[in-house]
Antibody, heavy 121, light 107 residues
């Protein structure tokens, strides 16, 4: 079965850090883009960022609101994607999903179940 | 950034009705647009990609079309299981952006 499974969510204080993981299975992880998308409580979907494949030197793209605070990385040998979140703000509170895209212009055809991150004192 | 303006934000329709949701891009995105369905507490599910291609396993009552920068998701005959929030997303340029969502309720 093709699936993505996120982990690492939890409660963190403003200014703190958290690292999320996304494990892929049932497909060739290294052949796909796998992005992070978040959804604040009761709100819509927001794309967070992407790390490209090895053939594109694992370069990254981010939404402006997280640039300089969040870092996306991947370990294809472990079929895993990571999101290192630093200097967390209350507005980062959301369910964080990882989602698979087949290519540069592809839609997200597989989504994980999401992991909740709550930033609060 | 490319803005995706989705309308309406909510709609209520009866079983069997034809339903249309519109998404307008602030600039050209070619046909790089996807539609997703999200039910409460669940991850989004891909319905349509490249503006009009039906994802495998998605019922044929769902269809997508495009005219310039205006994209349309149509449900030809609304079913009770279609009660959900629908989002469009442009896949053309970074940052990737989503529409604000349309909540579809069954009367």
């Amino acid at each position: 079965e093709v699936q993505l499974v996120e982990s690492g969510g939890g409660l963190v204080q403003p200014g703190g850090s958290l690292r999320l993981s996304c494990a892929g299975s049932g497909f060739t992880f290294s052949d796909h883009y796998v992005d992070w998308v978040r959804q604040a409580p009761g709100k819509g979907l927001e794309w967070v960022g992407r790390t490209r494949k090895k053939t594109n030197s694992y370069t990254t793209e981010y939404v402006a609101s997280v640039k300089g605070r969040f870092t996306i990385s991947r370990d294809d040998s472990k079929n895993s994607l990571y999101l290192q979140m630093n200097s967390l703000k209350t507005e980062d509170t959301a369910v964080y999903y990882c989602a698979r895209a087949g290519g540069r212009y592809s839609a997200f055809d597989i989504w994980g179940q999401g992991t909740m991150v709550t930033v609060s004192s | 950034d490319i803005q995706m303006t989705q309308s309406p934000s909510t709609l209520s329709a009866s079983v069997g009705d034809r339903v249309t949701i519109t998404c307008r891009a602030s600039q050209s995105i070619s046909s790089w647009l996807a539609w997703y369905q999200q039910k409460a507490g669940k991850a989004p599910k891909l319905l349509i990609y490249e503006a009009s291609s039906l994802e495998s396993g998605v019922p044929s009552r769902f269809s997508g079309s495009v005219s310039g920068t205006e994209f349309t998701l149509t449900i030809s005959s609304l079913q009770p299981d279609d009660s959900a929030t629908y989002y469009c997303q442009q896949c053309n340029s970074y940052p990737l952006t989503f529409g604000g969502g349309t909540k579809v309720e069954i009367k």
